[in-house]
């Protein structure tokens, strides 16, 4: 119907038009809501084809898939931004690599529509630095020892949105 839709607006409209299946409906494991049997219940053809034609379609996620460092998309500049989708239950976290050069000060800002958490690694390894607490505003600082490639993580907690990645680096 559509052949400009990406990946991951295909699989938004399939999730979001499904009718509940849960034990009134015949599955006695199931619950209410989004459950690990029915995942988000029983597609509606009718619903998606109508999402589809009248719209809004759900914001395309160009970086996708970049759920791992293994995945992350390289950033290039030094004050890249990038605007992007996390979903708990699908996409709960995106990675960035960006490199940077010993003595390099790296801050990270973000804005997002669900509660998320902030993450700087060096390769696949420990968390070098870390937001204490999640939220919709955070900053993260951090003055890098070593040159090489760093990884920024984004990491979702409950619910989808969009969110909003800038990074600055300076010397």
């Not at 791992?68 to 690599?97: E, I, N």
Request: charged share 25%; net charge positive.
């Amino acid at each position: 119907m559509n052949p400009e839709l990406t990946p991951s607006q295909v699989t938004t409209i399939l999730e979001r038009n499904t009718d509940d299946v849960d034990p009134a409906t015949g599955c006695a494991s199931c619950r209410l809501g989004r459950d690990m049997f029915s995942g988000w219940g029983s597609l509606d053809v009718q619903k998606a084809v109508a999402a589809v034609n009248q719209g809004p379609l759900p914001p395309s996620d160009r970086f996708e898939p970049n759920d791992s460092v293994f995945q992350a998309h390289r950033l290039r500049g030094s004050r890249p931004v990038v605007g992007a989708t996390l979903d708990y239950w699908d996409d709960s976290k995106d990675f960035y690599r960006v490199k940077l050069a010993r003595g390099q000060r790296l801050l990270a800002r973000v804005r997002a529509r669900p509660t998320v958490s902030l993450i700087l690694r060096r390769g696949s390894g420990a968390q070098l630095a870390h937001t204490t607490r999640g939220g919709q505003a955070l900053h993260l600082a951090y003055r890098v020892r070593q040159t090489g490639w760093y990884y920024v993580e984004l990491r979702v907690a409950a619910g989808a949105g969009r969110y909003t990645l800038r990074l600055n680096e300076s010397s």
